[in-house]
């Protein structure tokens, strides 16, 4: 059972263009939503997460928007960069337990 | 400081053969996961530790998998009788949890071991 969906499995953007990931999930006890980065050869990292008391996080030209409602959540890429080009994966913890719970990744290429 | 270490980065063996994959934690970091990621898949959870204890032991597939951890420190996780389908990057990751209701503890990944069953 999959509880947390990702989509889309592969995007290209070009560069200077949007980014969007989508996640949805199942379990509304959970209640910590990070998202982490993965370039080849390396293991995924903490881009930046959220917490379902507020809608929206922004760091820099990565923003989370969460709907609490709805139960979905995405990851917004600004002004995409080459460089930002990886698989992302958003992810769901309990707090208290902290037993992560991966979607299944999308593949971001930014072409130039 | 140094991250999450783990060896080795590549492993070929044969079916039916034993494997040992070795993770060596941030120091100080008290939780330690195992998870794995087939080849175009998401992470799969394996095993969580908390400190040498293993509350959360769910995602083992099977019994052929087992994982121990020494204290707060180097953890190992044992693949006995392999098998074509555990083909995949195991991956260890720690995070520094002081409180268990601490939710800002991010998971600090190593780059993983590329195990290869022929």
């Known amino acids: 059972q999959q509880q947390v969906k990702q989509s889309p499995q592969s995007l290209i953007v070009q560069k200077g263009g949007i980014s969007i990931i989508n996640c949805a999930y199942e379990?509304?006890?959970?209640?910590?939503f990070p998202w982490y980065q993965q370039f080849p050869g390396k293991g995924p990292a903490l881009l930046i997460a959220?917490?379902?008391?507020?809608s929206e996080k922004k760091e820099g030209r990565f923003t989370i928007s969460f709907n609490k409602s709805a139960k979905q959540f995405s990851l917004h890429i600004m002004d995409s960069q080459p460089g930002d080009s990886a698989t992302y994966f958003c992810a769901a913890s309990i707090g208290g337990y902290q037993k992560v719970t991966f979607g299944i990744g999308t593949k971001l290429q930014v072409i130039p | 400081g140094a991250g999450v270490s783990q060896s080795p980065s590549n492993k070929v063996t044969e079916k039916g053969k034993d494997v040992e994959l070795r993770c060596d934690p941030i120091?100080?970091?008290?939780?330690l996961y195992w998870y794995r990621q087939r080849l175009g898949q998401g992470l799969e959870f394996l095993i969580y530790?908390?400190?040498?204890?293993?509350?959360?032991k769910s995602g083992l597939p099977s019994d052929r998998f087992s994982a121990e951890r020494t204290g707060e420190s180097v953890s190992t996780l044992t693949i006995q009788r392999t098998q074509q389908e555990d083909s995949a990057v195991y991956l260890c990751?720690?995070?520094?949890?002081?409180?268990?209701?601490?939710?800002?503890?991010?998971?600090?990944f190593g780059n993983g071991t590329r195990l290869t069953v022929t």
């Open positions: 990751a720690s995070s520094l949890v002081r409180d268990p209701r601490s939710y800002n503890s991010p998971l600090h």
């Open positions: 379990n509304t006890a959970f209640d910590y």
């Open positions: 530790f908390q400190g040498n204890s293993a509350p959360d």
């Open positions: 959220i917490r379902p008391d507020v």
């Open positions: 120091s100080g970091h008290t939780a």
